[in-house]
């Protein structure tokens, strides 16, 4: 591995950090304080899946598992459980990312939507075994349809602005 | 060119496992730890939110500015509608201000006839909202008060007008101040004609309900909530808003505070109300023990 992709490694994982830390800005901008009836989707995991079916090198688990954790600090929710969940099933996208590399974008998206929906019943479930007290279920089926939706539109950003793509074939053998 | 992906895949694969276990049991743990020993664990989010709300500060205020000014912008078509509200509204509360006006002259005559002295030690620090809870499950805002301050756990905080909420997790420069409408807030009242009491709890909707009325038939829509100082945490007599009933005929709490745009919030200092620790004792004139009269 030559010096130019290492900077180019560090810095991918850099910007991913800095994405993640943009969008707990933009939740954490105190203009809404009246409670709300929709809810805007879970941008941090669509990210995390994005990057990790395209560059799983660039998303390392333990920069995943402390930004998901700084995510639930800073957002008041039971820390540690959510962290654990998207981060199992970001791994798990990333084992399969060789076969859906070759894929189509449905095949993708179907993944995902599939492991969103794993991620929001294995939290919903588990809170409810440690009696901790449930989010309201409409808002929360909400988020998960609308984290689906945007699932497309974060791809893009990625793939487009950003510039991460999946590695052609051969290129992760230099 | 052509190396065996597997093989590669295969050496790396044990070791990036282990990783992945560890930092799962790492998250697992946490969580668990939360779960059973919550104060230490929420002493440490104050903490991470102390050391990462403020840093952002001098980017979140002219964000936070510049949408609101954008939205505002959108209330400007309603220019000339809202102007003729205002004048109506002003020619009304030119009349409540002269009824206040006599009142003031009238309480301050009596305040003066009694000699009264208002509790010197009911004091407030006024805080800036730095930031919301970030998510529309909890209703909770940040502001720049703290443990500097002096900030304690379950202070009341007003805005100008009403009750906002309770300080629940004080850090050194930033303390959060738990909403009436979260869903685990919950705030002993009274409701002011009748006089009966109740809890006003929040259940992450615009409208608190009221909970644990003794008797629902002697309150009616419109009678004012105050704060009961029941439990010794809450001052006593502090203004939460108006019983109203819900379509389905559940009585809630329409808040007096101005949630739409909470920016500058008081936070009460409160250091308790005496508890009466003796029993009850009959006063009257000093008879004799039963021991002297054996």
Known sequence: MNEQTLTRIWGMRLTFALIVCLVLFFHLLPLETTPQRWVGPDLILAFA??????????????????????????????????????????????????????GTFANEWLTACILMVFVALAYRVLLMVTLVDLPPYGLSVFELIATMLSYPLVVAVTHGLLGVRKAAPGELDT | MA????????????????????????????FLVWRIDS?????????????????????????????????????????????????????????WKEAALQLEQENARLLDLNNVRLDPRLTYITGVVLADSGSPFRQSVLINVGARDGLVDGWATMDGIGLVGRISGVADNTARVILLTDASSRIPAIVQPSGQRMIVAGDNSAAPVIDFLENSDQVRPGHRVISSG?????????????????????????????????????????????????????????????????
Request: hydrophobic residues 45%; positive net charge.
């Open chain 1, 49 to 102: 899946f994005a990057w990790s079916v395209r560059r799983p090198e660039y998303v390392p688990a333990p920069a995943l598992a402390g930004l998901f954790l700084l995510a639930d600090l800073l957002l008041f929710r039971p820390p540690g459980l959510w962290a654990m969940l998207a981060l199992l099933a970001s791994e798990n996208l990333k084992s399969r990312a060789r076969g859906l590399r070759d």
């Open chain 2, 3 to 30: 190396k065996d992906k597997s093989n590669a895949n295969d050496f790396t694969g044990p070791l990036r496992r282990l990783l992945l276990s560890v930092l799962i049991f790492c998250l697992i743990g946490f």
């Open chain 2, 39 to 95: 104060p230490r664990v929420e002493r440490f989010r104050a903490h991470v939110t102390d050391t990462f709300v403020p840093n952002l500060n001098w980017a979140m205020a002219p964000v936070t500015g510049t949408i609101n000014l954008l939205k505002d912008f959108e209330s400007y078509q309603r220019l000339a509608q809202q102007n003729r509200e205002l004048r109506s509204e002003l020619r009304q509360m030119q009349a």
């Open chain 2, 230 to 294: 029941d439990g010794g945490v809450f001052p006593a007599g502090l203004l939460i808003g108006q019983v109203a009933a819900d379509p389905s005929g559940k009585l809630r709490v329409i808040l007096a505070a101005d949630y739409q745009r909470l920016e500058f919030l008081r936070v009460l200092r409160h250091h308790g109300t005496t508890p009466v620790t003796d029993t009850a004792e009959i006063i009257g004139p000093q008879l004799p023990s039963p021991e002297v009269l054996q």
